[in-house]
């Protein structure tokens, strides 16, 4: 339970506290006003803690609407996020009894002038990971139609919050392109921190039933969402393959470590699609699935592997790219979105088309090159240490709230 402080009360509303970069965002913002003296609860309609950050537990959290359903029988997501959402937000004005500040919300804006409707008006901010209508696919004319609604609610929504921030100037050029009645609003770059206490505390678990020892353990850390473009890395193995002699193979290791939840039906479908295809490239003894996994396994698999493998494309920012450099490991990523961002190319990793040919020719080059693992690293954890410290993101979040609340 969290400590009640002195400082403003902080309620954020997040739609489920898994265990992805968002809700990584969400939970160190938490932790970060908490210890600046803030009394913080999250809300959110569904949470597991044996499916959440460590962290979670020492924080006030709070479920609503979890009854509401994620999805009309695989389809409808948006529209469903949205409801629950708006729900969750009545359910704070109308039956906790919480007093409230500021709200902070990110992910859906749907909630925001439910929020607006309290009796004595309390500030907004919005965290925007990225338009949510960029998100989706449009492949039929019901489709489209669906989506109108959603796409403009999601706009004037955003639009009515009171202090709007995105996590990169990547995403802020995409903010001000896709939302066109918002041109008047420059939304401020709060880069998301590392909470490297977490990596400094935890005690890295024993994997060696999970992983094979070998001397090139690459490691792609990603939920099983195609979005992720996860099959790049499979097809980077095998392209890799080629260029390697039959030894420097047999060393050769992939670890794919994802987020899974058996709830949402693309995770499973996904998962399978991705070992037919390990299969099908003949690589499936030189990689190892696993579905979801602890704070310790995690830091266990940065502390062994030799690269990491990030393959989003225009991804909005990506928290995986800071804890592999933080944890001196270097990282091949696309060159788009966030990566551009926070890795140096050639001095914390490389940036490479989303090509196999691209990706296994950096591959190649740590495995060549074992020093390139120990200078690549280096540099990594000096970049994150000063350009994306929690104590930075603590502060400039922490003067929004003050703002907020004069």
């Known amino acids: 339970m969290a400590a009640a402080g002195e400082g403003p009360s902080v309620l954020f509303l997040h739609p489920d506290l898994g265990l992805g970069g968002a809700e990584r965002l969400v939970v160190d913002a938490a932790l970060a006003l908490q210890a600046r003296g803030c009394r913080v609860q999250i809300w959110t309609a569904h949470y597991d803690a044996a499916r959440c950050f460590a962290e979670t537990r020492g924080l006030a959290v709070r479920r609503a609407g979890g009854w509401l359903p994620r999805s009309l029988w695989g389809r409808g997501q948006a529209l469903c996020a949205a409801l629950r959402m708006a729900f969750v937000a009545l359910y704070v004005l109308l039956l906790s009894g919480e007093p409230a500040d500021v709200f902070v919300c990110d992910q859906v804006s749907a909630c925001i002038p439910v929020l607006r409707l309290a009796r004595t008006r309390k500030k907004v901010l919005f965290y925007c990971h990225f338009p949510d209508q960029l998100l989706t696919k449009r492949e039929s004319l019901l489709k489209r139609i669906y989506r109108l609604p959603l796409d403009w609610l999601e706009e004037y929504t955003t639009g009515m919050a009171d202090c709007i921030v ?13 939302f066109k009645s918002l041109s008047h609003i420059n939304p401020d770059v709060l880069y998301p921190s590392l909470n490297i206490s977490s990596f400094d505390t ?5 994997i060696a039933d999970l992983v094979p020892k070998k001397k090139f353990l690459f490691l792609s850390i990603n939920r099983y969402e195609r979005k992720k473009n996860l099959m790049l890395a499979l097809e980077a193995l095998h392209e890799l393959r080629g260029r390697l002699d039959s030894h420097e193979w047999n060393e050769v ?14 995770n499973v479908e996904h998962y399978e699609e991705l070992r037919r295809l390990a299969a099908k490239l003949s690589v ?20 062994n592997s030799i690269c990491v493998l990030y ?4 991804e909005h920012f990506g928290i995986v790219p800071l804890e592999a ?17 926070s890795i140096l190319h050639n001095v914390t990793g ?18 060549r090159d074992p020093l390139l693992k120990d200078t690549m690293g280096a540099a990594g954890r000096a970049r994150v240490m000063e350009k994306f410290s929690l104590e930075a993101f603590t502060e400039q979040l922490y003067q929004y709230i003050c703002r907020l609340t004069q």
């Open 166 to 178: 995105v996590n990169s100037r990547f995403t802020a050029g995409v903010f001000k392109d896709t």
């Open 202 to 206: 935890a005690c890295a678990a024993d």
């Open 253 to 266: 290791h992939l670890v794919m470590a994802g987020g899974y939840d058996k709830r949402v039906l693309e």
């Open 284 to 303: 499936n003894d030189h990689i190892t699935f696993l579905r979801s996994f602890s704070d310790e396994q995690k830091i266990a698999l940065f502390s």
């Open 311 to 314: 393959t989003p494309s225009n």
């Open 325 to 341: 450099m933080y944890m001196r490991c270097p990282v091949i990523a696309v060159n788009s979105g966030g990566p551009l961002e």
């Open 350 to 367: 490389f940036l490479c088309d989303p090509l196999p040919t691209q990706f296994s020719e950096a591959m190649e080059k740590i495995v």
